[in-house]
């Protein structure tokens, strides 16, 4: 057998997680900008999806240069999104209803309003305060790095110095060597944990701790700031003293009860290399990128599922899956086109080629069904279980994405994944807000708001089956094993047999139809459709 059932069931080895844009999800204020309250007011129609735990990307203060990714204040909640008052009512809130909640922890980089960072930029070079972060002196550019968002990772002070940003340059770098760092966030974590958070999702964990004296990076020209498999790790990326931290964290998380949790946004691959964030005394879990970045091909597929059993297997911890995040093409966009590699954050501008939009949204379906019956950790993106596409023609005018600006508009970025929800039709933002919403939604929102997929064969429906059947059938802590099907990717997990046709012709299968795709429960399985049958 690839992967035998697990022991273990708590919800981080085997839920379904289902992550919130707190911007995007619904907004109770009426400004405009979803809030804390409209997510309490959100939460029974999550239970109803039947996810296990919430994500919530972050609600901290912020000038909001990144939507949120540039924290000012790691202890508070931005006024944009409510109080902390709000923020206990949540998780309050949440726990009755039975979910999980995970926030979003951001250690690689703080704002530039952030005090420590204007602490640093009023002290004399040299200075202890200058130590929080990467400062050089020199003439130049100090080293060839580059920002993920475009452009060189440094900035110049009108003092003269420079300051090292791997984001926009509103996101300076902290200096993991500095122990008042490490001092400052195990305060955080604990902040948060005895306000009853069940866990974090941190961001960018393999970047925090940079290679010593910050050399030049080896490969930029073909890499930029990406991983190029088989060679040398990047010194800003992937460095050994990473781990100490992540050992320290989950001692701090062990010493609460009930269990807490840490899933690591590590992009590193092979995955045996990913695997040592997870091991026993590390991270619970890790983003799996590499079946992100998959995409929808039977080859790549097939090989990400069997590299991610082999890789977490060997540390017992459980694998990931996702299609979808605040960061990438939503996924009935992407699969209804060739839009490249996912996790690269490009967008899709009306200058492109449009998605085709039918076909997207079968496939998306098909492989989220396909996803859901893997053994592991499902998650999901806010929306994905309405079947929105990627608002692909938004106005340059409207964007947001720091993306956008550093490329002077060749890359679009993230915006189009993160317009906000469609809820039902009673005013024009169809439900997500009383004002002008921050970002405009595509005419189809109207159509898949929540409120009017009712119909058996809607997304909305077809998720909650799916759920419902995956809790019911304990396909979270199941086992797995490939079925040889021409044509197919199969796969069986406890007595269920997985189907999905990658081949242009129709398959005949045999077994009783639990749940398909396409809402037919025919003997035939029409290409691009994904099927669950009993024996
Ligand atoms: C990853 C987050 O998901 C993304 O939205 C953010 O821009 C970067 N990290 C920087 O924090």
Known sequence: MIHKPTAGNQWWRSGVIYQIYPRSFLDASGDGIGDLPGIIKGLPALVDLG??????????????????YDVSDYC???ALFGTLADFDHLVAEA??????VMIDLVPNHTSDQHPWFQRAISSPPGSKERDFYHFRYEEDLPNNWVSLFGGPAWTKLTDGSWYLHLFDSSQPDLNWNNPEVRKEFEKILRFWLDRGVDGFRVDQPHAMAKAEGLPDHPYVE????GFIEGRESPPMWFQ???HDIFRRWRKILDSYSPERAMCGEAYVLPLSFMAKWVRPDEFHQTFNFRF????WSL????????????????????STWVLNNHDVIRHASRFGGGYGRPT????????DPQPDSQLGLQKARAATLFMLALPGVSYLYQGEELGLPEHSTLEDSRRQDPTFFRTGGKRVGRDGCRVPLPWDNSNGSNGFSDGDPWLPQPEIFKELARANQTAPNSTLQLYKKALKLRKELSLGNGGFDWLEIPGALGFQNRNVKVVHNFSDAPISIDGTVLINSSGNATDLLEPNDTVWLSD
């Open 51 to 68: 996810v296990d735990a919430v994500w919530l990307s972050p609600f901290y203060q912020s000038p909001q240069k990144d939507g949120g």
């Open 76 to 78: 508070s909640v931005d």
């Open 222 to 225: 073909e890499a930029g700031a």
């Open 299 to 318: 080859e790549r597929i097939r090989s990400a599922i069997n590299e991610s059993f082999a890789a977490f297997d060997a540390v017992s911890a459980p």
């Open 344 to 351: 690269a954050s490009d967008g899709i501008s009306s200058k």
């Open 240 to 242: 050994e003293e990473v």
């Open 292 to 295: 992100l970045d998959a995409d």
């Open 95 to 100: 726990h009755n209803l039975g979910l999980k």
